[in-house]
């Protein structure tokens, strides 16, 4: 079974508990000011706070790829054998409760996985998805990739203003974009569209996209430039 950059990873379908609800598991106790079960903040501080196992789900739902133990104690800055225990009990009670994704220790990390009994569907899913139109953010993500190419995930966000991972998974999946080796000063990994990108636009090659100038306002223009790269 593939993640999202080739496994069918989760997209966001987990349901975070916060601190109360891994404390009555017998995990953790609520912290001094944490969000109480009714979702209110405890005596004794104003802000809630998400609680460690809130928290891990929020990192590995965005993460793409395993993220390390000492990694996720270090950001949740919990003792590292409290944050072992919480990510088992995590997968446990995923497959106790029959979701449909599960939590895995994999390449010295922790990752979300869609399960294997949900393969068919997924795959059903993600063969149909080739004629489901995409969303205004899958289209705008592309137009980045297409006139900026290639172009890191950062550079994606930079420019779009909110996270592109997700999206980016969906174009890889759908064979409208793919890897393109990595970049020299960062080691980010680097994208660029496909033949079938080409393809499903009629074109023949890159050069012949439309001139963007007068459909966009005139800071996205520039971003998508890449000449405005060079000058910087």
């Not at 944050?83 to 995590?90: E, G, Q, W």
């Not at 592109?164 to 174009?171: E, F, K, N, S, Y």
Request: charged share 25%.
């Amino acid at each position: 079974m593939a993640d999202t950059d080739g496994h069918a990873a989760l997209a966001g379908d987990a349901s975070p508990v916060g601190a109360a609800g891994l404390a009555s598991e017998g995990n953790i106790a609520p912290e001094r000011g944490a969000a109480t079960a009714d979702g209110t903040a405890s005596a004794g501080g104003t802000v809630p706070s998400p609680g460690l196992r809130m928290s891990l789900e929020a990192i590995l739902l965005v993460a793409d790829e395993p993220v390390p133990e000492h990694v996720l104690a270090e950001v949740t800055r919990q003792p590292a054998p409290v944050v072992a225990t919480a990510l088992r009990d995590l997968a446990a009670s995923y497959t106790a409760e029959r979701r449909g994704f599960d939590l895995r220790e994999v390449a010295g990390g922790w990752r979300l996985y869609t399960r294997d009994e949900c393969a068919e569907v997924v795959e059903r899913f993600v063969g149909d998805g080739q004629e489901i139109r995409l969303t205004q953010a899958a289209l705008e993500t592309l137009a980045v990739v297409a006139y900026r190419q290639p172009v890191s995930r950062g550079r994606i966000s930079a420019v779009r203003g909110v996270n592109c991972d997700g999206v980016i998974r969906t174009l890889v999946l759908r064979g409208l974009v793919e890897e393109a080796g990595t970049d020299g000063e960062t080691g980010a990994t680097l994208f660029r569209t496909t033949g079938y990108f080409l393809e499903r636009l009629g074109l023949a090659r890159l050069s012949d996209l439309p001139e963007l100038t007068q459909f966009l306002p005139d800071r996205l223009d520039e971003e998508l430039d890449p000449a405005h790269d060079a000058a910087r």
